[in-house]
């Protein structure tokens, strides 16, 4: 039998489909897991082989992590470190983007090198060097602390020097007529353009400080200054888990995240394909 290009091409499409559709399904097992396991008595949690359906459904367990730990309070800390890094990161990185975009200066293209070369630098190589700095300007045990080291990031620059490229040249030598100067052409014309790029880099660095471990670890020692990821680890001592409580924290952790990211999705996925091309 002879396929046609028409049917070829729907075989080929149901196939990535398919595969897609398997990789989503192996991607959510585990969120699957988490969240059947938040509704189970400890028993049952700890049962082999493994029970995937609650019996019977213990929706108590959300109501005592409430209780036990100061859980509201973590999340209102997630809240307020999560909103200042997003914000610092979205106006500075902005800042930054547009100038090495659209302004000409000798060395530019060196920082613009520079930066991209800080992406390839993970935060575990210069923890010791932040930790010492921020003790020594008394940041230890601050909001201060957790949010100055990421309030400008690698990715936040090159994302929207990206996004500054693709605007044309045409608006500014406008604008430059009509009497603007470099500010304002930069915050009444240049943002105004860019703003799914501006909506993407608000998700991705609300969501890198809200999953954040290893900064609040570093910094905040007293209780009253963890965010979620740091509170969530008092479920798991040293000879004992207890799974329900551990699970259904990490699930009230995800509702924030899920909540922002479907707000957001509709400019996030065509951004982040297109950050790489003009």
Do not use: C
């Amino acid at each position: 039998m002879i396929i046609t290009g028409r049917w070829s091409r729907r075989l080929m499409r149901g196939v990535y489909l398919l595969i897609l559709t398997v990789g989503a399904l192996v991607m959510f097992i585990p969120f699957a897991w988490s969240l059947s396991t938040t509704f189970k008595p400890l028993g049952e949690a700890m049962a082999y082989p493994p029970i995937w359906i609650p019996r019977p459904w213990d929706f108590a367990n959300i109501v005592r992590v409430w209780r036990i730990v100061p859980l509201a309070h973590w999340f209102i800390n997630s809240l307020i470190v999560g909103f200042a890094v997003m914000i610092g990161n979205v106006f500075l990185d902005s800042l930054a983007g547009y100038a090495l975009a659209r302004m000409r200066f000798r060395g530019r293209n060196a920082i613009f090198m520079g930066i991209v070369a800080m992406l390839m630098i993970p935060f575990q190589s210069v923890m010791l060097p932040v930790y010492i700095l921020l003790r020594d300007l008394g940041l230890i045990d601050t909001y201060a602390g957790m949010i100055l080291p990421v309030v400008v990031s690698a990715f936040g620059v090159f994302l929207m020097r990206q996004a500054f490229l693709n605007i044309p040249q045409e608006l500014e030598d406008a604008a430059v007529m009509d009497g603007h100067g470099r500010f304002s052409i930069y915050w009444r014309i240049a943002l105004p353009l860019v703003q799914p790029s501006l909506l993407t880099l608000a998700l991705l660095q609300f969501l890198s400080s809200w999953n954040n471990f290893l900064l609040p670890l570093l910094v905040a020692n007293r209780s009253h200054l963890w965010t979620l990821p740091l509170g969530i680890v008092m479920f798991q001592q040293e000879y004992f888990v207890n799974w329900p409580y551990l699970m259904a924290a990490s699930v009230l952790a995800t509702v924030p995240v899920a909540l922002f990211f479907l707000l957001f999705q509709k400019w996030f996925v065509p951004t982040v394909a297109t950050t790489g091309l003009r």
